[in-house]
């Protein structure tokens, strides 16, 4: 078992000097190439195996061609790509959401650069600049400009997912936003702001959502999460075990448990946590196995 969130595993270097070497790159796909196809939802074929579900891959047909991102190579030599291709229809299929805990590490990891980096260029095609069309350079890496050679990235936006307890860890703060099912509760969440450290992020959301002034924090560990393009920062957070004041409009419940109310609540069906693929989940099932 892997102590690193679902969806930050991986067992491909990306490696990065092959996508400035053209030839190389081009010789990788035709000798070594795997080929990952996504259609225009981002699922990708799996095979169910006994050991559970993995990707089903495409030998590479005809040249490198700028629409197949590569993704890196593995320990064996196989170089993978992949490439969005709305008439695959070979079942059956699955999403990252779906089959992103399930998966290898290997599989994960592909499936995870392949939906971020797919994704962006079927939202990013022009140019930021002067509006004009943009293609794809360096194996998919970014994308260029040809009017005005400006470069472009893919776009990951950081968000804080903060497990907020006493200061003791004794007991934790779950909030259910609005709209969620009653039973539904988590952590605290928000995206950074423009100009704001991921330490002011959290001290704010925690102040904003639920009233408590944060004491202490600490970093715990971080997750890509490519519904669209958010880099998931996971803290934990010591406020004074007070009363909290759900925002208004956002939050409609918030409340204390101890690891007991937790486990209590959970057998009861009445506490619905998030689901183990998300960094939030994470956080909680590692503060409830403290004890
Ligand atoms: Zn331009």
């Known amino acids: 078992m892997t102590h690193r969130p679902a969806l930050s595993r991986s067992a491909v270097d990306r490696a990065a000097a092959l996508r400035l070497d053209v030839g190389g790159l081009a010789r990788a796909w035709r000798e070594h190439?795997?080929?990952?196809?996504?259609?225009?939802?981002?699922?990708?074929?799996?095979?169910?195996?006994?050991?559970?579900?993995?990707?089903?891959?495409?030998?590479?047909?005809?040249?490198?061609?700028?629409?197949?991102?590569?993704?890196?190579?593995?320990?064996?030599?196989?170089?993978?790509?992949?490439?969005?291709?709305?008439?695959?229809?070979?079942?059956?299929?699955?999403?990252?959401?779906?089959?992103?805990?399930?998966?290898?590490?290997?599989?994960?990891?592909?499936?995870?650069h392949a939906v971020a980096l797919a994704r962006w260029h079927l939202t990013h095609i022009h140019c930021p600049s002067c509006g004009g069309s943009t293609v794809p350079a360096q194996g998919g890496t970014l994308r260029v400009c040809p009017a005005d050679a400006s470069e472009h990235y893919p776009r990951t936006d950081p968000a804080v997912l903060v497990l907020v307890t006493d200061a003791e860890a004794k007991h934790v703060l779950l909030a259910r936003a609005a709209g969620w099912a009653d039973e539904r509760f988590s952590c605290l969440a928000g995206f950074i702001e423009a100009g704001e450290s991921a330490e002011q992020a959290v001290v704010r959301e925690v102040a904003e959502e639920v009233g408590l002034t944060v004491d202490s924090l600490s970093y715990v560990s971080s997750q890509p999460w490519p519904f669209p393009s958010s880099l998931m920062l996971g803290f934990r957070a010591a406020v004074d075990y007070a009363q909290p004041s759900p925002e208004q409009g956002e939050i409609a419940d918030?409340?204390?448990?101890?690891?007991?109310?937790?486990?209590?609540?959970?057998?009861?069906?009445?506490?619905?946590?998030?689901?183990?693929?998300?960094?939030?989940?994470?956080?909680?099932d590692a503060w409830l196995n403290e004890e």
Not at 45 to 64: M, Q, S, T, Y
Not at 100 to 109: E, F, I, K, M, S
């Open 254 to 284: 918030a409340r204390w448990y101890s690891r007991a109310d937790v486990r209590a609540a959970l057998a009861a069906k009445e506490l619905l946590l998030p689901p183990e693929v998300s960094i939030a989940r994470k956080l909680v």
């Open 33 to 112: 190439g795997r080929l990952l196809v996504l259609d225009t939802d981002l699922r990708a074929a799996v095979d169910e195996r006994p050991e559970g579900p993995g990707l089903v891959f495409l030998e590479p047909a005809g040249e490198l061609a700028d629409d197949a991102y590569f993704l890196g190579m593995d320990a064996e030599g196989n170089a993978y790509f992949a490439r969005i291709d709305q008439n695959d229809t070979r079942m059956p299929r699955a999403g990252l959401r779906e089959v992103g805990a399930h998966l290898d590490d290997r599989d994960t990891g592909l499936l995870v």
